[in-house]
């Protein structure tokens, strides 16, 4: 089993930058790749940036150049860095870990809100 606490989610003013962050405890070692999800209310949920196998790492279009991914490994954690947010960025985000198996694990989800 995975475990995925996300943290850092919030308010912020349309422009505005936040970082999300994503601590895995657990059997880590199954972890074959983490990434980020979002769902606005009504829609399904979509990748948002992930860590492919090494560390190639893979953007939605709409975030490209917006948005980074990073980790820090000594941590099990994995970090999001949003800038220049916009409304359309209002969802929650989840965090996931796939595992060498196969298995999907998802955090609860955090809340991010982009007001105008």
């Known amino acids: 089993q995975v475990q995925l606490v996300e943290s850092g989610g919030g308010l912020v003013q349309t422009g505005g930058s936040l970082n999300i962050s994503c601590a895995a405890s657990g059997s880590i070692f199954l972890i074959n790749t983490m990434g980020w999800y979002r769902q606005a209310p009504g829609k399904q949920r979509d990748l948002v940036a992930s860590f492919t196998r090494g560390s190639n790492t893979n953007y939605e279009d709409s975030v490209k150049g917006r948005f980074t991914i990073s980790r820090d490994n000594a941590k099990n954690t994995v970090y999001l860095q949003m800038n220049s947010l916009k409304s359309e960025d209002t969802a929650v985000y989840y965090c996931?870990?796939?595992?060498?198996?196969?298995?999907?694990?998802w955090g609860k989800g955090i809340l991010v809100t982009v007001s105008s």
């Open positions: 996931n870990a796939r595992t060498v198996r196969g298995q999907n694990f």
